[in-house]
């Protein structure tokens, strides 16, 4: 069993940043291709930006490229997801989620049903 685990969210101005973490433990092998998705009330659930196991490939969705960055550190299976200049319409619930180790090191896992684990989700709120 994949335990995933994300914290740093919380409530901000718009222009604030916030950087949200994600941790997985429980499968052989300490890194995953991971995402962070986001879901807003009453919208479907959207992928902002994802990272493959090595670190090496990445993804930003359109709506956030140029604010979000993805990154993982090292040997620590730890995903961060920077986020500056937020906006209002940033605010929503995160969730970072984990796939199969691929492999090929740099490959990005960008659709939903191929994630496995998913964490709680933590919430972030920004005000204008």
């Known amino acids: 069993q994949v335990q995933v685990v994300e914290s740093g969210g919380g409530l901000v101005q718009a222009g604030g940043s916030l950087r949200l973490s994600c941790t997985a433990s429980g499968r052989s092998g300490n890194r995953y291709p991971t995402a962070w998705f986001r879901q807003a009330l009453g919208k479907e659930r959207e992928l902002v930006a994802a990272i493959s196991w090595s670190g090496s490939g990445t993804y930003t969705a359109d709506s956030v490229k140029g604010r979000f960055t993805i990154s993982r550190v090292g040997a620590k299976n730890t995903v961060y997801l920077q986020m500056n200049s937020l906006k209002p319409e940033d605010t929503a619930v995160y969730y970072c989620?984990?796939?199969?180790?691929?492999?090929?090191?740099?490959?990005?896992?960008?659709?939903?049903?191929?994630?496995?684990?998913w964490g709680q989700g933590t919430q972030v709120t920004v005000s204008s």
């Open positions: 989620a984990v796939a199969p180790l691929s492999p090929v090191p740099g490959a990005v896992v960008a659709t939903a049903t191929e994630y496995d684990y």
